[in-house]
C-alpha cells in the first residue's frame, strides 16, 4: 500500500473507529437468538447424564404428550444421517465423527440423547426433562488412556542429534488444564426449511458458515446450492464456533424432517458441557545446548486430548504445538512427536492459540531452565539464538518457513520496556516474592486461499463481501479501510457483506489468524479485479480515486470475484515482559507489569490491532492464573458454570504497555501477519516464567498452570523452606 493512499483515504494504517460498535453497544445487533421466523419451533435437548454407558431405552411417549410438543427424535431417527469429515491435517488420523444423537452408547456427559421440537423454548424444556433415558454405565475408572486411544499422529524427527557438544539440557514435563472457551454468546441456530421451497437457511454462530454449509449439505444428503448458512452477529468465538456440532446436524435434520423452521439456543450450562473446549495438553520436552549456549537438540512428546469425538478443526492443537515448538529459536536438530488421544468428556478443539500457546509454554520454560543450567542470563541464552532477520526465510527444522521479522529486536526493546516500568526485583522490604521473564512467541496465520466479492452498483455504491466473517473482531471496520483505500473511495461508504454462505460462493473463513492477512489479500486482489475491470471498459487508466458513479452510469455496474492463494505462512511474533510479585503467605500472584511489542506486519487499522491484543491477553491471563475445566474420576464435570469456573474481569487486568513494530510479510498481498491470537499465545508463556522465577529461590522447580493462590500456596509449603528469610534475601 502507497502511504499517500493510506493518508488521504482513512485506509490501510488508520485508527478509525470500529462502524460495528453503535449497534451492538446500544443493544441493536442481531445475534441468532434475536432471528425471528414466523411459525417458527422450538428445540431442547436431552443430554447424557454418564460419561460412558449404554443406552437401554428412551421412553418418549409422555413427553410427546405434553402441550405444545410438535415431534421428539432420537438417535433412531438420525442414524442414517452421513459423517462429517475432519480436516486431515495430520498424516495418521483415525476419524471420530459426531453423531447428532446419541446410537446405543453415550461417551461423554452432556451428549444429546434426543431432541424435543415444540412451540415454545419453554415447552421444549419441560418436555425435554419428562424423556426418560435408562443407561448401564460401562466404566466406572474413568477415561480410556494408552496407545490404543491414539487417534492423531505426526512426528517431526531431523537426522540424529551430535550429542558431542552438550554441554547442558534441560527438561519439562506440563500438564495444561483444559479450558472453557466461554463465549459471551453460547452456542445456538435457526435452521428454516418452511420459507422458502427446496432450500433450508441456517443462522447459526458461526466461524466459518461456508464449511457449515458444505458440512450440513453433505450429512443431510443435500446438493450444496439447497442449503443456505447465514452467520449475523456472533458474540465471540474463538475457535470454539469454527466446526458443525452434534447440535446443528441434529436440529437442521429435525426442520427438514418437519418442513419446518426450528430454533434451539443453548444456555450456558450447556457450553460448558457440549461445546467444545481447549488446551489440555501433556509435554513431555528436552533442550541440549553446548557450553557457549548454541541451542542444539529438542525433544518433546504431545499428548493432545480430543473428547470423545472429533470436530473439522480436532487435530489443529496437536499438530500446531509439534510444528511450533522450536518457537523463534534456531536449534539443530529435533524429535517431536505429536498425538490426540481420544478421551471421555467434551470434544476438544482449536481455542484461541491452538496449540500455539503449548509450544510457546514447553520451549520458553526449556530456555528458562536451561539459562540456569548453564548459568547465563536467560536474555543471553535466548539472545544467542533467535533465527537471525538476516536469516530470514528461515525453515525450521519441523519445516516451517518462517518469513520474516526482528525476533532479537523485539526481544530486546521489551527488555528495556520491562526495565524502564521500574525496578521490581530490589523493592523487597514488602516481603512479596518477585520474579521477571522476557519471552517470544510466534504465530502462524494459515495457509491457502480466501475469497471475496467486490460489487459496483449501478448507483455507484461498492459493495465488498469478504469470506472472512466477524465474530465481533471489527472486520466491517477493516474491510471498509482495505478497500476504500484501494479503491480511492471514503472507508464508511463501502457496503460490507460477510457471513452469508451466498456472497462469495465459497469461502474458508475466520479462522487460524487468516482473516486479515489473507482474507483481507483477497479483498486487494478483488479490488484490482474491479479496477482493471473498469479501465477494459472504459478504454484508459481511471487513476488513483476514480469517479467510480460515472463508471457505474457507463457500465451499468460491475462485479469481481477473487480467490486469493497465499504464497505462504505469514508468521507474527511478539516479545513479552512480564513481572510478577506473589504473597508468600497466601499464595497471592499479582502480574505488576505486562509489555509487549508485536509484529503483525502492515497493520489495517492499530486500534483493532490493540483491541485484539488486550482481548487475547486477558484470556491468556484468564489460562495462566484462573482457568480449569475440571472432571471428576466418573467423568462428570465438576466445572458447569461460572460458579466454579473462573475467568478474568476487567479489575484482574494488569497495566499492559503495547508497542509495535511493522515489518511487512512477503507471503501475501497486504503484508499483513495475524495478531488474533496473538496475546493468548504470549501471555501464560510470560507469565509462567515470571512466577517460577519468582518461586525458584524457594526451591520450586516446576508448576503447572493455573497459578491460582490455593496452588502457588501449596508449592511454596512442599518446598519447605523458611519463606521470610528467603523473601528477605531478595
Ligand atoms: S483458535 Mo482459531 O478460531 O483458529
Redesign the pocket.
Known amino acids: 500500500m502507497s502511504e499517500d493512499l493510506t493518508a488521504s483515504s482513512g485506509g490501510v494504517g488508520q485508527a478509525r473507529l470500529r462502524v460495528e460498535d453503535r449497534a451492538l453497544l446500544t443493544g441493536r445487533g442481531r445475534f441468532t437468538d434475536d432471528i425471528r421466523v414466523a411459525g417458527c419451533l422450538h428445540a431442547a435437548f436431552v443430554r447424557s447424564p454418564e460419561a460412558h454407558g449404554r443406552i437401554s431405552a428412551i421412553e418418549t411417549a409422555e413427553a410427546a404428550a405434553l402441550p405444545g410438543v410438535a415431534a421428539i427424535f432420537t438417535g433412531a431417527d438420525t442414524a442414517s444421517l452421513g459423517p462429517t469429515s475432519i480436516n486431515p491435517l495430520m498424516p495418521e488420523i483415525r476419524p471420530l465423527p459426531p453423531t447428532a444423537l446419541a446410537m446405543n452408547v453415550v461417551t461423554s456427559v452432556g451428549a444429546p440423547i434426543a431432541l424435543v421440537v415444540a412451540e415454545s423454548a419453554a415447552a421444549a424444556t419441560d418436555a425435554a426433562e419428562s424423556v426418560w433415558v435408562d443407561i448401564e454405565p460401562l466404566t466406572a475408572d474413568g477415561p480410556p488412556g494408552g496407545t490404543e486411544a491414539v487417534r492423531a499422529l505426526e512426528n517431526w524427527r531431523t537426522a540424529a542429534p551430535d550429542t558431542r557438544n552438550a554441554a547442558a539440557q534441560a527438561s519439562v514435563s506440563l500438564r495444561q488444564p483444559l479450558l472453557a472457551p466461554a463465549a459471551l454468546e453460547p452456542r445456538g441456530l435457526v435452521a428454516d426449511a418452511a420459507s422458502e421451497p427446496g432450500l433450508l437457511t441456517v443462522w447459526l454462530g458461526s466461524?466459518s458458515p461456508h464449511r457449515a454449509r458444505e458440512e450440513l449439505a453433505a450429512v443431510l444428503g443435500l446438493d450444496a446450492e439447497r442449503v443456505r448458512v447465514v452467520a449475523p452477529d456472533v458474540g465471540g468465538?474463538?475457535?470454539?464456533?469454527?466446526s458443525l456440532y452434534p447440535e446443528d446436524i441434529a436440529v437442521a435434520f429435525a426442520a427438514r424432517s418437519l418442513g419446518r423452521c426450528v430454533k434451539w439456543i443453548g444456555t450456558r450450562s450447556e457450553d460448558f458441557l457440549a461445546a467444545t473446549q481447549?488446551r489440555g495438553q501433556s509435554v513431555e520436552a528436552s533442550l541440549s545446548a553446548a557450553a557457549d549456549g548454541t541451542l542444539l537438540h529438542l525433544e518433546a512428546t504431545v499428548r493432545a486430548p480430543l473428547g470423545s469425538w472429533m470436530p473439522y478443526?480436532a487435530v489443529?492443537p496437536a499438530r500446531n504445538a509439534g510444528r511450533i515448538l522450536p518457537g523463534p529459536y534456531k536449534v539443530q536438530s529435533v524429535d517431536i512427536e505429536a498425538a490426540g488421544m481420544e478421551t471421555h468428556g467434551a470434544a476438544v478443539?482449536?481455542?484461541?492459540?491452538?496449540g500455539r500457546p503449548e509450544a510457546a509454554l514447553a520451549m520458553e520454560l526449556l530456555i528458562e531452565r536451561l539459562a540456569e543450567a548453564l548459568d547465563l542470563p536467560p536474555e543471553e541464552l535466548r539472545r544467542r539464538n533467535f533465527v537471525a532477520a538476516s536469516h530470514m526465510p528461515w525453515t525450521t527444522p519441523t519445516g516451517q518457513r518462517l518469513d520474516s521479522g526482528d525476533y532479537r529486536a523485539a526481544h530486546d526493546r521489551a527488555v528495556a520496556l520491562l526495565a524502564d516500568a521500574g525496578p521490581t526485583g530490589q523493592a523487597a522490604d514488602d516481603g512479596l516474592l518477585r520474579g521477571s521473564a522476557t519471552i517470544t512467541y510466534i504465530e502462524p496465520s494459515?495457509l491457502g486461499w480466501e475469497t471475496a466479492r467486490l460489487t459496483l452498483g449501478p448507483d455507484g455504491g461498492i459493495t465488498a463481501a469478504t469470506g472472512s466473517t466477524a465474530q465481533g473482531q471489527g472486520r466491517t471496520t477493516a474491510v471498509q479501510q482495505i478497500v476504500g483505500g484501494r479503491l480511492g473511495v471514503e472507508p464508511g461508504t463501502v457496503a460490507v457483506v460477510h457471513g452469508d454462505s451466498r456472497a462469495p460462493d465459497t469461502a474458508i473463513g475466520?479462522?487460524?489468524?487468516?482473516s486479515t492477512p489473507i482474507g483481507g489479500s483477497a479483498l486487494i486482489e478483488a479490488c484490482d479485479a474491479l479496477r482493471q475491470q473498469a479501465e477494459e471498459r472504459y478504454g484508459r487508466p481511471v487513476g488513483d480515486c476514480p469517479d467510480w458513479a460515472a463508471i457505474a452510469r457507463e457500465t451499468g455496474g460491475l462485479e469481481a470475484d477473487a480467490t486469493y492463494t497465499a504464497a505462504g505462512e505469514a508468521w507474527g511474533y511478539g516479545a513479552v515482559g512480564c513481572a510478577v510479585a506473589i504473597d508468600p503467605e497466601t499464595g497471592v500472584p499479582t502480574v505488576e507489569r505486562l509489555v509487549w511489542v508485536d509484529d503483525a506486519g502492515t497493520v489495517v487499522n492499530p486500534m483493532l490491532a490493540e483491541g485484539q491484543l488486550l482481548g487475547g491477553i486477558a484470556q491468556g491471563l484468564g489460562e495462566a492464573l484462573i482457568e480449569r475445566i475440571v472432571y471428576d474420576a466418573d467423568g462428570q464435570l465438576l466445572t458447569g458454570s461460572f460458579m466454579d469456573y473462573g475467568i478474568p474481569r476487567a479489575a484482574d487486568m494488569p497495566p499492559v504497555t503495547l508497542e509495535r513494530m511493522e515489518t511487512p510479510s512477503p507471503a501475501n498481498l497486504l503484508g499483513a501477519k495475524g495478531i488474533?491470537?496473538a496475546g493468548a499465545i504470549g501471555a501464560p508463556a510470560a507469565i509462567a516464567c515470571a512466577v517460577l522465577d519468582a518461586l525458584r529461590p524457594l526451591g520450586v522447580k516446576h508448576l503447572d498452570m493455573p497459578f491460582t493462590p490455593a496452588h502457588i500456596w501449596q508449592a511454596i509449603r512442599d518446598a519447605r523452606t523458611d519463606i521470610g528469610a528467603g523473601a528477605g534475601d531478595r
Open positions: 466461524q468465538a474463538f475457535g470454539m464456533k469454527a481447549g478443526s489443529v478443539g482449536i481455542y484461541r492459540g491452538a494459515g475466520a479462522l487460524a489468524s487468516r488474533g491470537e
